[in-house]
């Protein structure tokens, strides 16, 4: 393997005396999408935030191009290549394409002794930008961003980190609320984004669409990394139990198997 474009290497975050993340060794390469998987509370979100710039570990390293970096802040991992795409996309509803596209990083024109936003270029390029990771319904930038679907909203987000130059996308739950058809379609932008030689990482409670991108898999329970493994080496029913914990689903199917042989026995009929 190439050398990774991020490594995490014993990562562990408390807060105060609770041990949040215990030990996280991870490596990531350019053009892979790194599938993130755990149940709620597995530490997958503070592991978002410590590499997005939120949180600072409390003790490990993170490693880009094989060169220490720390982040003082969401701005500073954003300069280092990094960009996160939150459930919701992290747009704006009452503003337009154009503008919430180049939010924070805002094109200007001169008008007479003003600088003014340059509505007319943003639209042209959040427009072109959407439109190439297949988002055809998009042709007005002008249009609200409250008026898009929520897979128009992804792409939207993930073609402004990707115009911005992002080496590494973050995509938290990208699919969670969104249904079949949509879902399918923020699935092929990933696979259009690991083309172009980013690396992602997609945190998912959803096997199904892990397995449909995903190249390497990280399993993280209750704070620590249970399973690291890469495409066929584990079935969708290993992954599951694994997120799950293997004896909880034991103890759940035995529960079930116990229910249905008690509705299974037939009752003794009653004489008239």
Excluded: Y
């Amino acid at each position: 393997m190439t050398q990774p474009l991020l490594e995490l290497a014993g990562i562990a975050k408390s807060f105060g005396p609770i041990d949040v993340l215990h030990d996280i060794c991870l490596e990531v390469h350019r053009g892979e999408v790194l599938c993130l998987l755990g149940d709620n509370g597995a530490g997958k979100s503070t592991l978002i935030k410590i590499l997005s710039g939120v949180h600072k570990p409390t003790s490990g390293t993170v490693a880009m191009d094989g060169r220490p970096v720390a982040f003082d802040s969401p701005r500073d991992a954003a300069a280092h290549g990094i960009a996160t795409v939150h459930q919701f996309g992290g747009t704006f509803p009452l503003m337009s394409i154009g503008r919430s596209f180049f939010v924070g990083a805002e094109l200007t024109r001169r008008w007479g002794p003003f600088t003014i936003f340059d509505r007319r270029r943003a639209n042209e390029i959040a427009v072109r930008e959407t439109r190439q990771l297949g988002i055809t319904r998009i042709d007005d930038g002008n249009r609200l961003v409250g008026g898009l679907s929520g897979g128009e909203r992804q792409a939207l987000a993930i073609a402004r980190a990707v115009h911005f130059g992002a080496s590494v996308l973050i995509l938290d739950e990208p699919t969670a609320a969104l249904g079949v058809k949509e879902a399918a379609h923020v699935l092929r932008i990933i696979l259009q984004a690991r083309r172009k030689g980013i690396a992602v990482i997609l945190i998912t409670h959803n096997v199904v669409h892990a397995l449909t991108v995903g190249d390497h898999f990280a399993v993280l329970i209750k704070g620590a990394k249970a399973a690291d493994f890469r495409r066929g080496e584990k079935s969708r029913e290993e992954i599951t139990d694994l997120m799950a914990g293997g004896e909880h689903m034991a103890a759940l199917e035995a529960e079930i198997e116990s229910t249905m042989a008690v509705h299974d026995d037939p009752q003794p009929s009653v004489d008239a």
